[in-house]
């Protein structure tokens, strides 16, 4: 590939993986955040609460790991929690109805990828501007999700999906195993294939990207894939756990992505984000909302904080853009 404007792929992986200096800051937010709870309540650093804080950070952090390859592409997702509940009915529905677990956890993750698909299209090929689309895609999957289940939940999870979802591996619960392996995985791509080169050159510069050869189309189309793929697996993660599909669930979960992908130092102009720092920031924010609930704060003020986090976040990208 040569060289255009100011696209310089090859140099991309290696800016966006290495542990950087926001990286670092990042890190720092955290431990600030896991010190200062730990001197308000004494039970915030145990071991059972720190493996709770990471298991609930696990579901926030798969999705928000395909939200930065979104953002990243200079893209926006804001469908994945209707994605996530309309997958996790269908998958439901197979399972009670007796369908081996292993297609029917396939059938759900393909629900993802026709979502992705679907949003992907319109963006890269009908020129409809992200923010848009999925927000169209918002309504119209989870409005799929109430007719598919007439508004109600479906119940009867077989015990053999339950079991593997709530399994250990050497004694780390499975959805933590589950979000490092995705993580390790989109790590790869990011910094190994060719795949990772186009998502920076598109988010970085679009039309100099195209000039210089990358399949600009086709690379947006596969990260919405990727988003809509992470967010059903997202989806079935919740059903293992609580043994049950709701229309409604997947509320706001666009927002936990992308306030984790913005603290982890993805920019929404596009060009730049971090697997790791996403990581991180999911981690934050279930340790903040773990640290609140402990002191019986309300969960508006939880919400408040993710807000103000968010802006925050922005407010940091901008100051050091370019920089």
């Known amino acids: 590939m040569t060289t255009q404007g100011n696209v310089q792929p090859k140099a991309f992986p290696l800016a966006l993986f290495k542990f950087n ?22 039970v915030f650093f145990t071991l059972p609460n720190l493996l ?8 926030n952090g798969i999705i928000a790991l395909g939200m930065t390859l979104v953002i990243i592409s200079g893209g926006i997702d804001l469908s994945v929690g209707p994605t996530a509940a309309l997958s996790a009915v269908l998958g439901a529905t197979l399972m009670v109805a007796g369908v081996p677990v292993p297609l029917a956890i396939m059938a759900t993750l393909g629900v993802g990828a026709l979502c992705g698909v679907f949003s992907g299209m319109l963006v890269a090929y009908a020129g409809l501007q992200p923010f ?7 309504s119209l999957f989870r409005a799929l999700a109430l007719i598919f ?5 479906i119940f009867g999870i077989p015990m053999e999906f339950r079991t593997v979802i709530n399994s250990t591996v050497f004694g780390v619960p499975a959805p933590i195993v589950i979000v490092i392996a995705i993580a390790a995985i989109l790590w790869v791509v990011m910094n190994k294939t060719p795949l990772g080169e186009y998502i920076l050159a598109v988010g970085g510069n679009e039309e100099a990207a195209r000039v210089a050869g990358v399949p600009v189309k086709r690379t947006k189309v596969t990260v ?15 059903i293992g756990r609580l043994g049950a599909a709701e229309p409604t669930m997947g509320n706001l979960w666009e927002l936990d992505a992308i306030a984790a992908a913005a603290i982890g130092g993805a920019s929404l102009m596009g060009g730049k984000g971090s697997v790791i720092g996403t990581l991180i920031g999911a981690v934050i924010l279930g340790s903040l909302r773990n640290g609140l609930t402990l002191l ?16 925050i976040a922005m407010l940091i990208d901008r100051a050091t853009r370019g920089k």
Request: hydrophobic letters at 55%; charged letters at 5%; a neutral charge.
């Open 21 to 42: 200096v926001r990286d670092a800051g990042t890190l720092i937010g955290l431990l600030i955040i896991v010190i200062t709870f730990s001197f308000l309540s004494p």
């Open 224 to 238: 919405f894939v990727i988003s809509g793929v992470l967010a059903s697996l997202a989806s079935l993660i919740l």
């Open 149 to 153: 289940t007439n508004g109600n939940p």
């Open 296 to 311: 019986n704060i309300q969960a508006f003020y939880q919400l408040l904080a993710t807000g103000l986090i968010i802006i």
């Open 132 to 138: 848009i689309v999925t927000l169209g895609g918002l």
């Open 52 to 59: 709770n804080i990471l298991q609930q950070s696990s579901i």
